[in-house]
């Protein structure tokens, strides 16, 4: 069992920069895909950017590529999404995901746990 917290969000002006972490509990995080995805209200979840369990492949949604940055760091269970640029239509609600898979993934039901989520708003 894997528990997820995102932090980190919160209100930024067009153009400014937020930086998500999400801490995971358990012994076997550095196994885990990690994936962040996002929602707004009445669309669907949709995938943002996604890492391996070693950090060194990673995968971006063309909507955020170049402008956001996936990282962890498994000494401290963290995954992390710097987000710089950002625009109104980044604002949703902010979800990690953690998948056992051997590769990064964009499917959402490909994950197995989930965080809470965590509101991002850029205004313009």
């Known amino acids: 069992q894997v528990q997820l917290i995102e932090s980190g969000g919160g209100l930024v002006q067009a153009g400014g920069s937020l930086r998500l972490s999400c801490a995971a509990s358990g012994r076997t995080f550095s196994s885990y895909t990690m994936g962040w995805f996002r929602q707004v209200p009445g669309k669907e979840r949709e995938f943002v950017a996604t890492?391996?369990?070693?950090?060194?492949?990673?995968y971006y949604a063309d909507s955020v590529k170049g402008r956001f940055t996936v990282s962890r760091d498994n000494a401290k269970n963290t995954v992390y999404l710097q987000m710089n640029s950002l625009k109104p239509e980044d604002t949703a609600v902010y979800y990690c995901a953690a998948a056992r898979l051997g590769v990064v993934s964009t499917v959402v039901r490909r994950y197995d746990y989930w965080g809470q989520g965590t509101q991002v708003t850029v205004s313009s």
């Open positions: 890492i391996d369990w070693t950090g060194g492949s990673t």
